[in-house]
């Protein structure tokens, strides 16, 4: 499924949001570059968990997924790598979830992406 996208008055709003949130950011650096390096890359981060989950939790579902799928890549049916293996979410804005990934190798992940014009 496509993820979906702001219509033209959706985006008007974000877009102010974002210049609102840039504005207080540059207030509360109060000229120190280095400050507002930190804060924003403290939103950065913390806007990300909200909708990624941290990188602990994903590494949990990870695991779990591996045992779940026999060490097996559901679309090629291969063994999965000790490392680099990707979960893929069946619905982005569902998160990454038991019930919403499956555990793949990055060439199958790619390919499907492209196969769903995703890419």
């Known amino acids: 499924m496509a993820n979906r996208r702001l219509t033209p008055d959706e985006l008007?709003?974000?877009?102010?949001?974002?210049?609102?949130?840039?504005?207080?950011?540059?207030?509360?650096?109060?000229?120190?570059?280095?400050?507002?390096?930190?804060?924003?890359?403290?939103?950065?981060v913390r806007l990300s968990y909200d909708e990624r989950s941290t990188p602990a939790e994903r590494n949990k579902i990870k695991a779990a997924k591996r045992i779940e799928q026999n060490g097996l890549c559901p679309l090629c049916g291969e063994e999965l790598?000790?490392?680099?293996?990707?979960?893929?979410?069946?619905?982005?804005?569902?998160?990454?979830?038991m019930e919403n990934t499956r555990l793949v190798h990055h060439a199958c992940h790619v390919a499907d992406q492209a196969k769903k014009r995703y890419l």
């Open 12 to 44: 008007s709003h974000v877009n102010a949001l974002l210049d609102e949130i840039r504005g207080k950011l540059a207030d509360l650096a109060g000229g120190d570059r280095e400050l507002l390096f930190a804060a924003r890359r403290r939103l950065v």
């Open 81 to 97: 790598p000790d490392k680099y293996a990707e979960l893929d979410r069946f619905n982005a804005c569902d998160g990454y979830t």
